[in-house]
Nanobody
Framework: QVQLVESGGGSVQAGGSLRLSCVVS????????MGWFRQVPGTEREGLAT???????TYAESVKGRFTLSKDNAKNTLYLQMNSLKPEDTAMYYC?????????????????WGQGTQVTVSP
């Protein structure tokens, strides 16, 4: 069974940094995309950054220049380096995987999801 486990969330002050990690297990297909998403209670889930099997990345305008997505295939781990954090970045952050050709930020395109890790940014 496919499983994704996020870690690295926490509480930081505005301007600080966090690095999120997502460990993936149980996925045996070669073609796929992975990404990071976030959600505030009462709002729709927002796509932040995705990467396909060729290493091509797509970023949301809200995080472009501040967040960096990377993948370590040897460790089966996806990372999100978050710099210059703002209070509006406060949310539950989720890692996701899907058998996708091309790139997309749409949550509906991703099949497997982690349980999330909380990020809180204070003023």
């Amino acid at each position: 069974q496919v499983q994704l486990v996020e870690s690295g969330g926490g509480s930081v002050q505005a301007g600080g940094s966090l690095r999120l990690s997502c460990v993936v297990s149980g996925y045996t297909y070669s073609m796929y995309a992975m990404g990071w998403f976030r959600q505030v209670p009462g709002t729709e889930r927002e796509g932040l950054a995705t990467i396909d099997d060729y290493g091509r990345t797509t970023y949301a305008e809200s995080v472009k220049g501040r967040f960096t997505l990377s993948k370590d295939n040897a460790k089966n781990t996806l990372y999100l380096q978050m710099n210059s954090l703002k209070p509006e970045d406060t949310a539950m952050y989720y890692c996701a995987l899907g058998r996708i050709v091309g790139t997309t930020l749409a949550p509906r395109s991703f099949t497997y999801w982690g349980q999330g890790t909380q990020v809180t940014v204070s003023p």
